[in-house]
């Protein structure tokens, strides 16, 4: 199924890759339908460049022990690999990881703690960082430990989410990356700052999402492009690991995706989901309606537009190397 997923994803890119000058130009987006901690090594190493320096490998903490989050066990060998350390920031909205001693306590029952040093990024508050599209954000609000790496390693669980439809290398990169008050102002399309007004978004759905892709933009610019992208798409609910009740996934798991481009990652996540067949005990129609409903291609689309990335792509299964 895998393979016959990869040929209808890779006939559509004719399509999508009509605007590429060369060949070269076209960011490769690698696969594999392996998901296992040596896995996520290979497709790490087939990228083709090193994480160097002091290394922040990005993740989400999960909200509670039944969220979708990537277990420690199968990150282990990639964050030993690139000898990183574990970041995160807390959450704006109250619960498990609303403020630090929760959420490092949160951290440590997931077991995070065991496979490698773990850094809360806001624990010591935070600093603005600039965004070059200033639609709507004046300035990002990240995590002030930003400053205490060289190396960004954004690896995300793909999956649905309630407000953004769906969640990739992006909203990993925008909201996961900034403290309660950037997340505020990134759901808020930079109206406020103050976290009990999180879901005060007056300007639409859109906003929202164009918040996220300049956040995103920022942080990428911030390492001056020195960052590593890898989207693992298993247990593919359509909620987020911000949910600590997910509805159970209805789509098998896909593989690993990673990139040195998130424009062409996240878009090409997105045509494997759009792209799949579905059959009994398989079905991608769930997950599919929740980005549909929330518009959530178009962070892909205003991430292009902005600079970010290409929704060009070559595909290069490395199952086959």
Same mark, same amino acid.
């Given at each position: 199924?895998?393979?016959?997923?990869?040929?209808?994803?890779?006939?559509?890119?004719?399509?999508?890759?009509?605007?590429?000058q060369t060949q070269n130009e076209t960011p490769k987006v690698y696969f594999t339908s392996e998901i296992t901690p040596e896995a996520l090594v290979k497709?790490?190493?087939?990228?083709?460049?090193?994480?160097?320096?002091?290394?922040?490998?990005?993740?989400?903490?999960?909200?509670?022990?039944?969220?979708?989050?990537?277990?420690?066990?199968?990150?282990?060998?990639?964050?030993?690999?690139?000898?990183?350390?574990?970041?995160?920031?807390?959450?704006?909205?109250?619960?498990?990881?609303?403020?630090?001693?929760?959420?490092?306590?949160?951290?440590?029952?997931?077991?995070?703690?065991?496979?490698?040093?773990?850094?809360?990024?806001?624990?010591?508050?935070?600093?603005?960082? !600039? %965004?070059?599209?200033? &639609?709507?954000?004046?300035?990002?609000?990240?995590?002030? =430990?930003?400053? /205490?790496? $060289?190396?960004?390693?954004?690896?995300?669980?793909?999956?649905?989410?309630?407000?953004?439809?769906?969640?990739?290398?992006?909203?990993?990169?925008?909201?996961?990356?900034?403290?309660?008050?950037?997340?505020?102002?990134?759901?808020?399309?930079?109206?406020?700052?103050?976290?009990?007004?999180?879901?005060?978004?007056?300007?639409?759905?859109?906003?929202?999402?164009?918040?996220?892709?300049?956040?995103?933009?920022?942080?990428?610019?911030?390492?001056?492009?020195?960052?590593?992208?890898?989207?693992?798409?298993?247990?593919?609910?359509?909620?987020c690991d911000c949910n600590g009740h997910p509805a159970a996934p209805q789509m098998k798991d896909i593989g690993i995706m990673a990139s040195l481009d !998130? %424009?062409?990652?996240? &878009?090409?996540?997105?045509?494997?989901?759009?792209?799949? =067949?579905?059959? /009994?005990? $398989?079905?991608?129609?769930?997950?599919?309606?929740?980005?549909?409903?929330?518009?959530?291609?178009?962070?892909?689309?205003?991430?292009?537009?902005?600079?970010?990335?290409?929704?060009?792509?070559?595909?290069?299964?490395?199952?086959?190397?």
């Amino acid at each position: 199924m895998i393979k016959q997923i990869l040929t209808v994803a890779v006939a559509a890119l004719s399509i999508y890759s009509a605007g590429a000058q060369t060949q070269n130009e076209t960011p490769k987006v690698y696969f594999t339908s392996e998901i296992t901690p040596e896995a996520l090594v290979k497709i790490y190493k087939a990228l083709g460049v090193e994480a160097t320096g002091r290394v922040a490998v990005k993740i989400s903490t999960g909200e509670s022990a039944q969220s979708n989050h990537l277990r420690p066990e199968l990150i282990k060998n990639l964050v030993n690999e690139v000898k990183g350390t574990l970041v995160e920031c807390n959450t704006a909205y109250h619960g498990n990881r609303s403020s630090s001693e929760d959420h490092l306590r949160a951290i440590a029952e997931r077991g995070y703690n065991d496979i490698a040093n773990v850094d809360l990024m806001d624990i010591e508050g935070y600093v603005d960082i !600039p %965004v070059s599209d200033t &639609k709507w954000l004046k300035y990002n609000r990240v995590g002030s =430990h930003i400053a /205490d790496y $060289d190396y960004l390693v954004n690896l995300a669980h793909f999956k649905g989410h309630a407000m953004g439809g769906f969640g990739g290398v992006l909203k990993n990169q925008s909201i996961g990356m900034a403290t309660p008050e950037g997340k505020t102002l990134i759901h808020t399309a930079g109206r406020y700052s103050d976290p009990q007004q999180v879901f005060g978004n007056q300007d639409g759905q859109d906003a929202f999402l164009e918040s996220m892709a300049a956040a995103a933009k920022s942080v990428h610019d911030y390492y001056k492009g020195n960052v590593i992208y890898i989207n693992v798409m298993n247990n593919l609910s359509v909620d987020c690991d911000c949910n600590g009740h997910p509805a159970a996934p209805q789509m098998k798991d896909i593989g690993i995706m990673a990139s040195l481009d !998130p %424009v062409a990652l996240d &878009k090409a996540c997105l045509d494997l989901v759009f792209n799949h =067949h579905s059959s /009994d005990g $398989d079905n991608a129609s769930p997950l599919q309606e929740r980005i549909n409903s929330r518009h959530g291609t178009h962070i892909v689309d205003y991430a292009e537009q902005i600079g970010l990335g290409s929704m060009n792509y070559q595909l290069v299964d490395i199952d086959n190397k």
